[in-house]
């Protein structure tokens, strides 16, 4: 089964950038898609960013187009999600799962990695 773990979560004041990586154990023909996901304190868990696994459909949420960047190292078996400009209300917990859109539909989920954007 489809494993995944975040890292890269941290501090960081806001304007800076952070990557998270999304490490699978191995990303099978049964998954097209990896999705970011984040929830913040008090509120429902939103899609970020999403990527085929070929690497050739991203999508983004409109409140991070042109500050995220969605990637993948297929060889590496890894999905990367470049953070720039950031801002105090992108700060959650941030969720990679297999598959994209509504996430009670989804089964494989990371751990979470924690952002915290703040001065």
């Known amino acids: 089964q489809l494993q995944l773990a975040e890292s890269g979560g941290g501090l960081v004041q806001p304007g800076g950038s952070l990557r998270l990586s999304c490490a699978g154990s191995?990303?099978?023909?049964?998954?097209?898609?990896i999705g970011w996901f984040r929830q913040a304190p008090g509120k429902e868990r939103e899609g970020v960013s999403c990527?085929?696994?070929?690497?050739?459909?991203?999508y983004y949420l409109d409140s991070v187009k042109g500050r995220f960047t969605v990637s993948s190292d297929n060889a590496k078996n890894t999905v990367y999600l470049q953070m720039n400009s950031l801002k105090p209300e992108d700060t959650a917990v941030y969720y990679c799962?297999?598959?994209?859109?509504?996430?009670?539909?989804?089964?494989?989920w990371g751990q979470g990695t924690l952002v915290t954007v703040s001065s």
């Open positions: 799962a297999a598959g994209c859109g509504t996430p009670e539909l989804l089964e494989v």
């Open positions: 191995g990303f099978t023909s049964d998954y097209h898609a």
């Open positions: 990527i085929s696994t070929s690497g050739g459909t991203t």
